[in-house]
């Protein structure tokens, strides 16, 4: 197994919107109550005096979505200001990034991938799960301002949806030829909307490379990330397309990171959360930063004998949780 140095950590459970991959139409959420979320200083003790000195020197903010938790810039200063960080990073829909983008890149993040899903609106509304006025245009927006602000790598990621979004492949693929921008497709998992999931299907990512290789060609690529994407490029492109093929390919022998939850439960899978450990409550119990720490090691002891492929048998038990619930 690799060295386990990447901690994702969920914000907020809450999100502006309601995608179609994340959760079904007209769900209802037990969402987390604000007293048991992570305190900015139990989050930043945590990074500090447990999880650096366990290794871990790669961070990205994820949520639900990151923007909507107040106080995130002073978070994304405080673990960017750790000597020992090696990377921060986020995920976002971007629909707040406009007005944020300027102060997040001077508080020291510095890399962002962007949900982006569709190139139309209408479709982009419907998988966003908006009924109201479009949302799209203002998620371009803050895709712009983060091009202009200087995050690099941007990353756009595109979760794929057979009878939904896949006819946008080439059009998505091209936002990599004249822009230094990093598009990556990512297969539907049965995560938050296992109905959609058995009723449409995935598409492979081997379909998709076929696509763009009778358009343009496929040469590898690379760029500077912590995730499972298989990276690729267009010939002559400033960008390139990345590829993460959970569904098709088992990459849990690839696998550096685990994820801690808005409420402080850190997981060590993204489907099993055997072994998970409610930091929040042993925090505001008083325990020690180096009793926690064991256990962390523990944990990464017991990471090495999970396997992503443990879906096929149903035995993770989570595929009604949200992407949010889980941590991102």
Known sequence: MNRVDYLRISLIDRCNFQCQYCMPEGAELDYIQQQDVLTHDELITLVREVFIPCGFTRFRLTGGEPLLRRGVV????????CPETEDLSMTTNAFLLAGMAHDLYDAGLRRINISLDSLEPETFDRM???????????????IQTAHRVGFNPLKLNVVVIPGINDHEILDLAALSIEREWHVR???????????????????????????????????EGQVRGNG???????????????????????FCD???????????????CLLNETGQIDFRTALRS??????????????????????????????????????SQIGG
């Open 286 to 323: 008083g325990i020690s930063p180096s009793t926690l720490q064991a256990q962390v090691q523990q944990l990464l002891t017991f990471k090495s004998e999970i396997n992503f492929k443990q879906r096929e048998s149903g035995t993770t038990g989570i595929y009604g949780r949200t992407m």
């Open 128 to 142: 966003s799960g908006n009924r109201g006025r479009s949302r799209w245009q203002q998620v371009w927006n803050g």
């Open 254 to 268: 690839r696998c550096n990171r685990m994820r801690l939850s808005a409420d402080g439960w850190l997981r060590p």
């Open 228 to 250: 499972p994407a298989d990276v690729f490029q267009i010939p002559g492109a400033r960008g390139t397309l990345g590829f993460i093929s959970q569904m098709s390919e088992c």
């Open 74 to 81: 002073d978070i994304v200063r405080s673990i960017a200001n």
């Open 185 to 219: 497709f990512i297969e539907f998992m049965p995560i938050g909307n296992a109905g959609l999931f058995n009723h449409s299907g995935w598409v492979n990512s081997e379909d998709l490379r076929q696509q763009i290789r009778q358009r343009w060609g496929l040469t």
